[in-house]
């Protein structure tokens, strides 16, 4: 695990642009997917800087919970 918030936004960009690419094609299951990377990073880069180890999930929404971030979901 690297221990910076840097390592989880690193590739959110080229996530984003892999999902823009994917819907523009109409290849939707890929758009979900890379989305879906994009949006997971955050948190785990919002625990990564409370020196909290991300959970090894792909739940957004649990991710989002156990974060810094302080909304309910």
Known sequence: MNPHPE????FPREDLRMAE???KD???T?????AH??????????LEAESKPPHR???IVDLIRSSCWSISI
């Open 26 to 28: 109409e290849i939707y």
């Open 57 to 59: 999930t792909r739940k």
């Open 21 to 23: 690419l994917a819907f």
């Open 7 to 10: 390592h989880w936004l690193r």
């Open 37 to 46: 990377r994009k949006i997971e990073k955050a948190p785990k880069a919002c």
């Open 30 to 34: 890929q758009t979900c997917f890379h």
